[in-house]
């Protein structure tokens, strides 16, 4: 499977800040990014997917304009929650898909824990 | 009904135990199946990968898929307390699809 690399792992931030999250695919070029959002003790629960150089498709529910996502180039996708609210506090995870490979397995980023004060 | 089916335990098993693991699903078109690991505040580990139905075999873990009963499984032989974690199966038709997931479920190996 593709290495990814997502950063940062931990984030704090206060209520109506906005924060980041960049993924990296290290060793193959992604033309898609899944995002995820985990609650604790639950499964994976997909977001949005994000395309190079074009809009990102969004998952029913999942507010557009809270959650940007940018797919800057085939390496490099980013999330940002904008006017965070503690309830945006989760766990989000991105993996790249791997298109054709995909036969070899999905791949994860390490994840990044979002905590709302 | 969900299209992918896992007990969430947890499960606990004392150290050495043989671990069975299983999903099952609804889609025929289900092709590739996947099984991740996933230890508390991390992101999900892939342990095995199968195409279509038989049996693969990684050190102590063995996956094996059964299309006709639509049932997978993820058997992990002398366990141990590293073990414990969330194990996730996954499952996808075309290569390049959006995955889908169980539920996942909480293993504890005990000492």
């Known amino acids: 499977g593709a290495v990814v690399s997502q950063h940062p792992s931990r984030v704090i931030c206060k209520s109506g800040t906005s924060v980041k999250i960049e993924c990296r695919s290290l060793?193959?070029?992604?033309?898609?990014m899944f995002w995820y959002r985990q609650f604790p003790k639950k499964s994976l629960m997909l977001m949005a997917t994000s395309n190079e150089g074009s809009k990102a498709t969004y998952e029913q529910g999942v507010e557009k304009d809270k959650f940007l996502i940018n797919h800057a180039s085939l390496t490099l996708s980013t999330l940002t929650v904008t006017s965070a609210h503690p309830e945006d506090s989760s766990f989000y995870i991105c993996?790249?898909?791997?298109?054709?490979?995909?036969?070899?397995?999905?791949?994860f980023g390490s994840g990044t824990r979002l905590t709302v004060v | 009904q969900k299209e992918v089916e896992q007990d969430p335990g947890p499960l606990s098993v004392p150290e050495g135990a043989i671990v069975s693991l299983n999903c099952t699903y609804s889609?025929?078109?289900?092709?590739?199946f996947m099984w991740y690991r996933q230890y508390s505040r991390k992101g999900p580990e892939l342990l095995m990968y199968t195409y279509s139905s038989g049996n693969k075999e990684d050190g102590r873990f063995t996956a094996q898929v059964d299309k006709s009963s639509k049932y997978i499984s993820l058997f992990i032989r002398d366990s141990q307390p590293s073990d414990s974690a969330t194990y996730l199966c996954?499952?996808?038709?075309?290569?390049?699809?959006?995955?889908?997931f169980g539920g996942g479920t909480r293993l504890m190996v005990k000492p």
């Open positions: 996954a499952m996808i038709g075309n290569a390049g699809n959006m995955l889908t």
């Open positions: 060793d193959f070029q992604a033309t898609t």
């Open positions: 993996s790249p898909n791997p298109g054709p490979r995909g036969g070899y397995g999905y791949t």
């Open positions: 889609n025929s078109a289900f092709q590739y």
